[in-house]
C-alpha cells in the first residue's frame, strides 16, 4: 500500500499549474508561508527541469521535463 502525502499531492498541484501556466504565483506546498519562485534549466541532455523554490522556507522540488514536451 502507497501513502501519499498531503504535501506531496500539493506538490503535484503546483507543478500541474505551473505547467498550464509558467506565470502562475502558486502558494508554498510545505507550509503556505509564500509564493514559489521558478526556475528552469536545461540539463546536457536537453531535459528540462523546473526548480520549485519557496523563498522563506526553502521547501524545494525539482520536476523533470514538466511540459511533458519533447525537446526542439
Ligand atoms: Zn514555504
Avoid: F
Wanted: proline share 7%; charged share 20%; aromatic share 4%.
Amino acid at each position: 500500500m502507497t501513502t501519499v502525502s498531503p504535501e506531496w499531492q500539493r506538490w503535484v498541484e503546483a507543478a500541474k499549474t505551473l505547467a498550464a501556466d509558467p506565470t502562475a504565483q502558486v502558494i508554498c506546498p510545505r507550509n503556505g508561508d509564500s509564493y514559489l519562485q521558478v526556475t528552469d534549466t536545461t540539463a546536457a541532455d536537453g531535459t528540462v527541469e523546473r526548480h520549485l523554490r519557496c523563498p522563506v522556507c526553502h521547501a524545494t522540488n525539482i520536476i523533470r521535463n514538466p511540459t511533458g514536451r519533447a525537446s526542439a
